[in-house]
């Protein structure tokens, strides 16, 4: 089985980062949804709650919810818990603006099926490295 | 712009602005003739928020067209007087700093159409963040705008322009849902209710109101005054974008392009849906139906009319209040109230007539308020949740009421 997956996306906010991927099934909404001072999302009944975004490339579909919460994104990031980059199927303007001003990398346009929990990523422009956790162990 | 010749400000509006118009597929840029910006109170905005307005500012920033703010969290010159603690007031009187030095203009209040100096033309194009202001200018004047949120309306201020994709488009303003309401519309909380079933039930479409016409008095020949019109209007789609997430809707042989257009604004194959009931709508939105102390009664969600502001100043005068009266409203709508008196007359009888905030976004928890009760659709959504007290909600006569016995009645 081929223990490295590459993929091209579009890129929403360009730049560097690597990671250990957290993967949401479910679309995230930032606004009340994740605790801006811990990255804990604390959405109740999200596939994610409990666990933190700090540091992880965060996979999850497209944004939900408040515009409000392009402002938490910023929130994470000047409070050193924020996702490394942030990848989806289809973004929307919530989370691309959050990724704008909190200076995050993020690509969009991406098949994210094939990433999963706990998988290294490296994300450079639009090219998205993603290397099987069981590699890389 | 965008290579950062005017400097990172510009260049990170340009940014946003141009990745916007790229993920909707907007084939140009459109120029806006206003932009009204959220994500004012500080609140929302959090340390972080303050920061990077105010580096925003300090960039060299600066907007190219009339821009317009939403509410604060507290009255700017008087938060003292709130109660507020300098702790928000210090953060909070920073973050409209940075927006004033960016050339905003500091209305704080999420009704820009009210304002003689900024409603919208018919066609003109915005950029509007504060989705029950979107919902009015689409719906009730006919201009055109996308539900922004405050950076990316910022941005599009800063630019002069937006992407043209969504409502800017002819093809985007087309309903998708058809509704009939088969039960009385009274007044405006019934119309707050009316926004509570439909918006559940709609999500983001656009509507068709096939027979809302028949609630509905002739909007006033000045718009800014509200009237009975407006101001069921103004509540109706202020919840239609907080319980659902609706954007634009049209009412048959009422609002403008609808008159226009008529049905061909009717997608075909639009869903129907037919509302018989207010009352799932009631039950949930006065929530708490064991709650009869009132600590604030609280009208202007979205912030009052001068309409509004008048009937309030009749229902009170010559009386005195047993419990705390905010009536929310604008700056200048206050400023006009005045000088018809009516703000006296709430004052006289221990009403407050505040302006720049509101009780969702002021921190009316730190400030010893534990319930309230309102006659706003939009209120009733968030401030439970926002604020964390517990809401009764129904007709101004009850507001009132309870303002003036300290008790909520049943109707």
Redesign the interface.
Known sequence: MESTTRMQG?V??SGKAAGRALVSPEPIGF??GVD?DTGVVVEPNHPLNGQSVAGRVLVFPTGKGS?????TI??L???GVAPAAMLNAQ????V??GA??ADIPMV?QLAIQFISDGDWVVVDGDAVEVYDQSTVA | MLNGDAGPGVQ?AM??VA??G??YGAPDLVPVTHVQI??VSYK??????V??LNEWADEGARVRVPTTLNPAGMEMDRWQAMGISPSFAEPQLSAVGAFVKMGVTPTMSCTPYLFPDYVPQRGDHLAW?ESSAVAFANSVLGARTN??????AL?AAIVGRTPRYGYHLDGERLADVVIEVRCPLREVADFGALSYVVGKQVGSACLWFENLADYLPPLPDDVTEGGDAGDRLKTLGAGLAAYGAVTLYHVAGYTPEANDLGETLIKPGARRLVVDSLDPAYTIMDADPDLHQIDLVTVGCPHASLNEIRQIADMLAGQHLATQLWVTTARITRDRAREAGWVQTIEAAGGQVVADTCAVVAPVRSIGITSMATNAGKMACYAP?HSKVKMRYGSLEQCMDAALTGEWQAE
């Not at chain 1, 515009?67 to 402002?71: A, K, L, R």
């Open positions: 579009r929403i906010k606004l009340g801006p515009t409000v919460g392009s402002y910023l929130r990031a000047r409070n973004s929307e303007a919530i691309a603006v704008i001003i969009d | 990170r940014e946003i990745t916007l790229r993920i959220a994500g929302n905005l959090g340390d972080a928020g920061e990077f963040a539900r922004e949120g405050g950076p990316s941005a949740a």
